[in-house]
């Protein structure tokens, strides 16, 4: 459903120092993925595809922070990553990261609101690649 707010990322100086961290305090089930230097947050129980199964839970990831990436960021659903992109730059907001892919799960993109805020797009699509 486009619109909901469906993941969030939390940028990292020491991403080790990191999930030690959120391991400790909050017992979340981190996964480290080399390929795509990237860490998977789950903050609730998932299913087989990793969605999660509590009504209105999400789960996050970790990345290096860096460039214009230093805050955590709140991800929301689209039906389209480009039509938003191009929706945002009208309303005043810009477009931070250009859209990218996430293989075979969707594509996402980041963006920067009125008030100056970095937030995050999705589009979840198994045939991204």
């Not at 039509?83 to 250009?98: C, D, H, P, Q, R």
């Not at 969707?106 to 979840?124: C, I, K, P, Q, S």
């Amino acid at each position: 459903m486009a619109g909901r707010v469906v993941h969030f990322e939390i940028p990292a100086e020491d991403q080790d120092r990191a999930k030690e961290f959120y391991t400790s305090a909050f017992g979340w089930d981190i996964t480290t993925m080399p390929e795509i230097d990237y860490t998977s947050l789950g903050t609730a129980p998932t299913d087989g595809q990793g969605m999660p199964t509590e009504p209105g839970a999400i789960n996050g990831g970790m990345f290096r922070r860096e460039g214009e990436l230093t805050g955590p960021i709140i991800t929301i659903d689209v039906d389209d990553i480009d039509a938003a992109l191009e929706k945002i730059g009208s309303l005043g907001g810009s477009t931070v990261t250009a859209k990218g892919a996430v293989p075979q799960m969707g594509y996402f993109a980041h963006f920067r609101d009125t008030e100056g805020n970095v937030m995050g797009l999705w589009h979840t699509d198994s045939s991204a690649g």
